[in-house]
């Protein structure tokens, strides 16, 4: 005890005040040396402070009550170790070494040293207070480079990039939230900032100004963020309002931030253009120092990330290239082989086709115009297949002008595919002015009927890519396996609808029309237009196998927009030959009356010929109206509006329906030649026929049967006054044996 009345009897005596005397340095000396100095009286914890040191710590020069009445201004995070290190300097033992951290009113955040010095008395334990900040920031911007160049270097995106960008700058900065604003497009195309990325560690209070950044979207024209975009300048805040330009403000406040730090990102591109992508912000719990490091590492930064695109840029363009043909841009041999390897093994694709492509009369070209004119038809050929191709299509070129496209799809849709691809090498090529024509040869694979890898499905689609060229090149051939009949058939009908494209190219197509006739009198009252195709061979292909092969694509289309412009040219034909009111029927697929441009381009073909839409009977099934009727009613309707004629097909074999019957807007009705076959002697049938003539009768709708092939089946449909078609009165014939039939009967008459 009685060693501690005479430690508090020093401080009572002038000793205190005289070492403290004797210790004070000149205070220009302090400041310049960026250091205070501090005394303690270790018994009653009295601290006293030089000018320097006192200002330092924000508190008055002089005697204080006890070493926490001079810490107010210490960061809370960093009171418990500055108050340990004055209880251990109370207490004495080994030196006082403690960094911390005090808020300054206008500088902001500042670092300090406290170290401990040789005691001059027992009684008393003194320091000094130095300012270390300067040399915190130096050592702080040297790891936070280090540490920032690493970031970027091994990131793979830039997104990614930016994430640990700003998640470094918070935890070695001392910044609470971070985030980046990059420059986007909304639905309007107006340049939009959008909070992509951020970071804020667990701070939970920070979760509702996180959500809100997140779902804002800013023009440059209004906040903060898009005035610092606009403007390229760097902007504080200090203190939060609900007011203001600054539109998260009071959400910011409520979050516990005090102040923050806005600044662009820019960098100059190659050509000498300053470009903006984004804005970086970050915000603080604390009132933050103007002189702060962050500013000073703004540069940096954007510059950085500039790096970072610039060399990820290069990076993809170097992939592209390892993956890439260098003249076409398609997928090189290496690559192709890659994604056929990944098809075949990741079950995404149950089933996907390979096509292998060769061009035709290309070597020619580069032996006549030289090897720039080659380069020309694979550079443009490479682009029309780009275009023709499904978006998940993979084309390669496999080397010179053998080319390969991945694709998945059907058997007919590969098939699709690759007449497209035909086309577009059918399709001239101009070099320097001149057209240049080749073709294409074609082999299609499929798996994994034709194969399970890359090598089996290459060779099995080189193998039909042979085929075509050995039968005349310029054609579609798929892979044949001899073991399979199924498949031998499906190619069979596949290469029949190759065969029927390039038919509808060369006009290998003709037309035979087929009587109806009056049957009480015999007279000609129409004629039903029947396509027919003629190989170059001479061979006449029945249209029961192809018609069903076309229908199952949009060449059925094309084929009957065909059969009307040959009508219109042959009724002319007719009118001259005195059949003046010959009306021509045609049939037309379920496609064709879905089309809503149908009855505009049926009126524009008939104008042009020179004759009216009264001459036209279109003749459709009922399963071809049924199959999508909300589309192919009103365009019926707008037919008949024009003038034109429609009649049911095959009445009663379909839905066969008096409500479908009542719906449309029909002029006939033909009843199907499987009833006719049973007149007169089966009861049943006999009875059907009667109904439906009954039924178009009291309808004001014409009935036709058709099929008619004997004498008794033409007797009873005479007494109904039925017209009548079939081979029994007349088989098909050209329109000059149709015309030279009509003279010949009009001279008996005579």
Same mark, same amino acid.
């Given at each position: 005890?009685?060693?501690?009345?005479?430690?508090?009897?020093?401080?009572?005596?002038?000793?205190?005040?005289?070492?403290?005397?004797?210790?004070?340095?000149?205070?220009?000396?302090?400041?310049?040396?960026?250091?205070?100095?501090?005394?303690?009286?270790?018994?009653?914890?009295?601290?006293?402070?030089?000018?320097?040191?006192?200002?330092?710590?924000?508190?008055?020069?002089?005697?204080?009550?006890?070493?926490?009445?001079?810490?107010?201004?210490?960061?809370?995070?960093?009171?418990?170790?500055?108050?340990?290190?004055?209880?251990?300097?109370?207490?004495?033992?080994?030196?006082?070494?403690?960094?911390?951290?005090?808020?300054? /009113?206008?500088?902001?955040?500042?670092?300090?040293?406290?170290?401990?010095?040789?005691?001059?008395?027992?009684?008393?334990?003194?320091?000094?207070?130095?300012?270390?900040?300067?040399? %915190?920031?130096?050592?702080?911007?040297?790891?936070?480079?280090?540490?920032?160049?690493?970031?970027?270097?091994?990131?793979?995106?830039?997104?990614?990039?930016?994430?640990?960008?700003?998640?470094?700058?918070?935890?070695?900065?001392?910044?609470?939230?971070?985030?980046?604003?990059?420059?986007?497009?909304?639905?309007?195309?107006?340049?939009?900032?959008?909070?992509?990325?951020?970071?804020?560690?667990?701070?939970?209070?920070?979760?509702?100004?996180?959500?809100?950044?997140?779902?804002?979207?800013?023009?440059?024209?209004?906040?903060?963020?898009?005035?610092?975009?606009?403007?390229?300048?760097?902007?504080?805040?200090?203190?939060?309002?609900?007011?203001?330009?600054?539109?998260?403000?009071?959400?910011?406040?409520?979050?516990?931030?005090?102040?923050?730090?806005?600044?662009?990102?820019?960098?100059?591109?190659?050509?000498?253009?300053?470009?903006?992508?984004?804005?970086?912000?970050?915000?603080?719990?604390?009132?933050?120092?103007?002189?702060?490091?962050? /500013?000073?590492?703004?540069?940096?930064?954007?510059?950085?990330?500039?790096?970072?695109?610039?060399?990820?840029?290069?990076?993809?363009?170097?992939?592209?290239?390892?993956?890439?043909?260098?003249?076409?841009?398609?997928?090189?041999? %290496?690559?192709?082989?890659?994604?056929?390897?990944?098809?075949?093994?990741?079950?995404?694709?149950?089933?996907?086709?390979?096509?292998?492509?060769?061009?035709?009369?290309?070597?020619?070209?580069?032996?006549?115009?030289?090897?720039?004119?080659?380069?020309?038809?694979?550079?443009?050929?490479?682009?029309?297949?780009?275009?023709?191709?499904?978006?998940?299509?993979?084309?390669?070129?496999?080397?010179?002008?053998?080319?390969?496209?991945?694709?998945?799809?059907?058997?007919?849709?590969?098939?699709?595919?690759?007449?497209?691809?035909?086309?577009?090498?059918?399709?001239?090529?101009?070099? *320097?002015?001149? *057209?240049?024509?080749?073709?294409?040869?074609?082999?299609?694979?499929?798996? /994994?009927?034709?194969?399970?890898?890359?090598?089996?499905?290459?060779?099995?689609?080189?193998?039909?890519?042979?085929?075509?060229?050995?039968?005349?090149?310029?054609?579609?051939?798929?892979?044949?396996?001899?073991?399979?009949?199924?498949?031998?058939?499906?190619?069979?009908?596949?290469?029949?609808?190759?065969?029927?494209?390039?038919?509808?190219?060369?006009?290998?197509?003709?037309?035979?029309?087929?009587?109806?006739?009056?049957?009480?009198?015999?007279?000609?009252?129409?004629?039903?237009?029947?396509?027919?195709?003629?190989?170059?061979?001479?061979?006449?292909?029945?249209?029961?196998?192809?018609?069903?092969?076309?229908?199952?694509?949009?060449?059925?289309?094309?084929?009957?927009?065909?059969?009307?412009?040959?009508?219109?040219?042959?009724?002319?034909?007719?009118?001259?030959?005195?059949?003046?009111?010959?009306?021509?029927?045609?049939?037309?697929?379920?496609?064709?009356?879905?089309?809503?441009?149908?009855?505009? *381009?049926?009126?524009?073909?008939?104008?042009?010929?020179?004759?009216?839409?009264?001459?036209?009977?279109?003749?459709?099934?009922?399963?071809?109206?049924?199959?999508?009727?909300?589309?192919?009613?009103?365009?019926?309707?707008?037919?008949?509006?024009?003038?034109?004629?429609?009649?049911?097909?095959?009445?009663?074999?379909?839905?066969?329906?008096?409500?479908?019957?009542?719906?449309? /807007?029909?002029?006939?009705?033909?009843?199907?030649?499987?009833?006719?076959?049973?007149?007169?002697?089966?009861?049943?049938?006999?009875?059907?026929?009667?109904?439906?003539? *009954?039924?178009?009768?009291?309808?004001?709708?014409?009935?036709?049967?058709?099929?008619?092939?004997?004498?008794?089946?033409?007797?009873?449909?005479?007494?109904?006054?039925?017209?009548?078609?079939?081979?029994?009165?007349?088989?098909?014939?050209?329109?000059?044996?149709?015309?030279?039939?009509?003279?010949?009967?009009?001279?008996?008459?005579?």
């Amino acid at each position: 005890m009685r060693g501690n009345s005479q430690a508090e009897s020093v401080v009572d005596t002038p000793l205190w005040q005289s070492i403290v005397a004797r210790s004070i340095v000149p205070e220009q000396i302090e400041d310049l040396s960026a250091y205070g100095r501090w005394w303690l009286a270790r018994a009653r914890g009295q601290m006293s402070l030089s000018m320097v040191a006192a200002a330092y710590l924000g508190v008055a020069a002089g005697e204080h009550a006890s070493a926490e009445a001079c810490s107010t201004h210490v960061v809370p995070d960093d009171l418990p170790s500055f108050s340990a290190a004055m209880e251990q300097a109370r207490h004495g033992g080994a030196p006082l070494d403690c960094e911390f951290r005090l808020i300054d /009113p206008l500088e902001g955040v500042r670092w300090f040293r406290l170290r401990s010095l040789v005691a001059e008395s027992a009684a008393i334990s003194s320091g000094v207070l130095i300012d270390v900040t300067s040399v %915190k920031h130096a050592a702080m911007r040297e790891k936070f480079n280090f540490a920032l160049t690493q970031y970027l270097i091994g990131t793979d995106t830039l997104a990614e990039a930016v994430t640990k960008i700003i998640e470094l700058v918070c935890l070695d900065l001392g910044w609470e939230w971070g985030a980046y604003w990059e420059l986007g497009q909304d639905g309007s195309d107006a340049n939009i900032l959008h909070c992509k990325h951020f970071w804020h560690g667990n701070n939970a209070r920070l979760v509702p100004f996180q959500l809100c950044s997140e779902a804002m979207h800013i023009s440059p024209e209004h906040d903060l963020v898009g005035r610092v975009w606009r403007t390229g300048q760097a902007e504080w805040i200090d203190g939060f309002s609900s007011g203001g330009e600054f539109l998260r403000g009071a959400l910011a406040s409520a979050s516990g931030l005090q102040s923050g730090y806005l600044f662009p990102v820019t960098y100059v591109t190659a050509d000498g253009s300053l470009h903006r992508p984004g804005v970086l912000e970050f915000f603080s719990n604390f009132p933050r120092q103007r002189e702060a490091q962050l /500013p000073d590492l703004s540069a940096a930064i954007g510059a950085l990330i500039a790096l970072t695109a610039q060399r990820m840029t290069q990076q993809a363009q170097i992939r592209r290239l390892a993956l890439s043909d260098e003249m076409t841009g398609l997928a090189n041999r %290496k690559h192709f082989h890659a994604a056929l390897d990944a098809a075949c093994h990741d079950g995404k694709q149950p089933s996907f086709g390979v096509l292998y492509i060769d061009l035709d009369q290309f070597k020619p070209i580069n032996d006549a115009l030289g090897h720039q004119a080659g380069n020309c038809v694979l550079i443009e050929f490479a682009r029309r297949m780009q275009a023709v191709a499904p978006r998940d299509a993979v084309i390669g070129r496999l080397g010179g002008d053998e080319f390969a496209i991945l694709a998945s799809g059907s058997v007919l849709e590969l098939d699709m595919l690759a007449q497209a691809v035909l086309q577009a090498a059918r399709s001239v090529f101009i070099y *320097e002015g001149s *057209e240049l024509s080749v073709s294409a040869s074609i082999g299609i694979s499929v798996f /994994p009927q034709h194969g399970s890898s890359t090598a089996e499905l290459l060779h099995a689609a080189d193998a039909a890519m042979y085929l075509s060229k050995r039968n005349g090149r310029n054609l579609v051939s798929h892979y044949q396996d001899d073991g399979n009949r199924a498949q031998q058939e499906l190619a069979g009908q596949l290469a029949l609808l190759s065969e029927l494209h390039h038919a509808h190219a060369r006009n290998e197509f003709f037309l035979e029309y087929q009587a109806i006739f009056d049957s009480v009198d015999g007279r000609v009252c129409a004629v039903e237009a029947l396509i027919r195709w003629c190989k170059p061979s001479g061979e006449i292909v029945r249209p029961d196998q192809f018609i069903p092969i076309a229908e199952r694509s949009r060449l059925i289309v094309h084929l009957g927009r065909w059969v009307v412009e040959q009508v219109c040219r042959d009724l002319p034909l007719m009118h001259a030959a005195g059949m003046m009111h010959m009306q021509v029927h045609i049939n037309m697929a379920a496609p064709e009356f879905l089309d809503s441009e149908l009855p505009a *381009e049926l009126m524009r073909i008939v104008s042009q010929a020179g004759i009216t839409s009264d001459n036209i009977c279109l003749e459709l099934t009922e399963s071809a109206v049924m199959s999508q009727p909300e589309k192919s009613i009103p365009i019926m309707r707008e037919l008949t509006s024009l003038g034109f004629s429609i009649s049911l097909d095959d009445f009663g074999i379909a839905y066969s329906s008096l409500s479908l019957v009542k719906r449309l /807007p029909l002029s006939s009705l033909k009843i199907d030649r499987l009833f006719i076959s049973g007149v007169p002697h089966d009861r049943d049938d006999c009875a059907i026929v009667r109904a439906i003539l *009954e039924l178009g009768r009291n309808m004001k709708i014409g009935v036709i049967a058709e099929g008619v092939e004997t004498d008794a089946q033409l007797s009873f449909l005479r007494q109904f006054g039925c017209p009548v078609q079939g081979y029994l009165l007349g088989r098909p014939m050209s329109v000059t044996a149709l015309i030279a039939r009509h003279r010949k009967t009009k001279l008996s008459s005579l």
